[in-house]
Each structure stands twice: as C-alpha cells, then as structure tokens.
C-alpha cells in the first residue's frame, strides 16, 4: 500500500515536469510535427524528451515519437531502456542513458540521404567516458556506416567507407567539458568533409574524397542486431546511444540527451547557426 500510495502521488508530478510525456497504458497523441525550425529544411528526425515521451510508472522510456513528421520513432527493445529525468539540462527534461546497454532504435526504419550531405544536433550532457561514445549511428562499419560521437573528453563524427580499399571520413576533437551541457553539431558532406562543432563554434574540418552514401544493398548486408532476441537488445540499422547492429558497451554513450535533430543533407555555416541559436535559447547554453 505505502508503494502505490508513493506512485500515485509522485506520477502526476513525473508528468509535468517531464513535458509532453505519457503513461505506456495511456499513451496520448503527439503534438502536430514541425518540418523546419527557422526555415531550415530537410529535418526528418526531430526528438525532444518535452514532446512525445512514452514511459512506464518507473520513468523507463519505450517509445520516443519523432515530431519531425516523418515518422521515424525511436523505440526501446528488452529491457535496456533509458529513464526520462525531468529536469537533467538545465531545469528541462532529457533521457538518461547508462553507458552500460541502454538505447534507442528505430526499428526497420532507414535515415536515407538522397542529397549531398548528413547532419546532426544534439543537446546533451556526458557522464561516462567511453572509448566510442556512440549518440547515433547507423549502417555496419564493413559494409558503409555513420557515426557520431561525444563524451566529456572527445567529439568526433565517422564516415566508414562501402569497401576496405576506399577511404572514408573523420573528425574528432578532444576537449573538456567536465559535465556541462552542450550542443553538438556534426555534418557530414559525401565526397568532401566531415565538420564539428561545438556550442556554436566550429572546431574541427578533415576533408576526404570518397566519404560514402549508403542505399538498401548496404543497409541490408548484415542482419538487424541481435534479430529475433529482444532480450539481447536486437534492433535496427539506425541506434541512438549505441553504435547500430553492435551490442558492445564500450561503444556506447553515457549521460543525458534531450534534443537530436536529424537533417538528410549538409546545413551551411548559417543554418547550423540558425538551429543552435533555437537550442541556445530553449536549454540556456550560451553559444561561443
């Protein structure tokens, strides 16, 4: 009794601070799906832990539903899921991931590139330093993959070439953020560069020839992760704190996250700046 007399009382107050979050018996629609922000197009995967969080009574997250409109939702697969924790970056709300085993996939569903780039921006906060501290990825590193990283020591950004003999495309930068909170940008240009950059600022550009486009034959060339053993975290070709179609720790991103948006092309200088400034203001990380 004293049990269920803490959780009735607690959860009402999960639920608001959390934001947008819902009970998973009692899910309720998400918010209409925004396309751009500031006139910045091109987004087609846009999760905020304010918006279309579905958690159980213990905070353990099961679904995070994709505002971008495209339907891309991040799911939870066995029980290696992440906790929402409602005020994680400063006083707003954010997933918590353990380092250990906990993530996000999206399923059979593929983040296609039809254009001449990738990007992402995340606002996030590290705790556990790891040798591939994996945001997200997606693709099989043999065969052609992406991957972006960030820890309280490091950042970096890889492109993994379609074959052994091709060369691929990286950027990493090491730096120190103690357990601050930051936005975190990286970009990806097919056949050019790979770029980060940090709070605002770039910090590191490699150029490369043959930085990969992946199609279907790639992202079928492996079985899905561990497929058909849920227990064992099987997911999809696209893994959010969890290098994709790997079950590896040391590869994994410990902390918080509350924002990833995904663009299928490369922004310029000027539209990174455009959604860092919106990040900026939402989670009150000055920009350098």
Request: aromatic letters at 8%; a neutral charge; charged letters at 20%.
């Amino acid at each position: 009794m004293k049990v269920l007399r803490y959780l009735l009382c607690t959860l009402p107050l999960v639920l608001l601070l959390c934001g947008n979050i819902s009970h998973a018996q009692d899910a309720k629609p998400a918010a209409q799906p925004a396309t751009a922000i500031d006139g910045v197009t091109g987004m087609k995967l846009w999760l905020k832990a304010d918006a279309g969080v579905t958690a159980d009574a213990q905070h353990a997250v099961s679904k995070w539903a994709d505002q971008s409109g495209a339907g891309n939702d991040a799911r939870a697969v066995g029980i290696e899921q992440p906790h929402c924790v409602p005020d994680a970056i400063n006083g707003k709300p954010a997933l918590r991931f353990d380092g250990e085993n906990d993530n996000l996939t999206l399923g059979e569903r593929y983040l296609f590139a039809p254009t001449g780039g990738i990007t992402l921006l995340a606002v996030m906060k590290s705790t556990v330093e790891k040798n591939i501290p994996t945001v997200l990825s997606f693709g099989w590193a043999p065969r052609g993959y992406y991957s972006f990283q960030y820890d309280r020591k490091k950042l970096g950004v890889w492109a993994v070439p379609l074959a052994e003999t091709a060369q691929g495309g990286a950027a990493s930068v090491e730096h120190q953020s103690a357990d601050a909170a930051v936005i975190y940008t990286g970009i990806i240009r097919f056949g050019a560069s790979c770029i980060l950059r940090l709070n605002g600022q770039k910090v590191r550009e490699t150029s490369a020839r043959f930085i990969p486009k992946l199609g279907a034959e790639d992202i079928a060339a492996k079985p899905l992760r561990n497929a058909g053993m849920p227990e064992k975290g099987g997911g999809g070709p696209v893994s959010i704190g969890m290098q994709s179609k790997v079950l590896d720790a040391t590869r994994s991103f410990g902390g918080d996250i509350a924002e990833l948006i995904w663009f299928d092309r490369g922004l310029s200088d000027d539209e990174c700046k455009s959604v860092e400034k919106y990040l900026s203001a939402k989670y009150g990380i000055a920009l350098q």
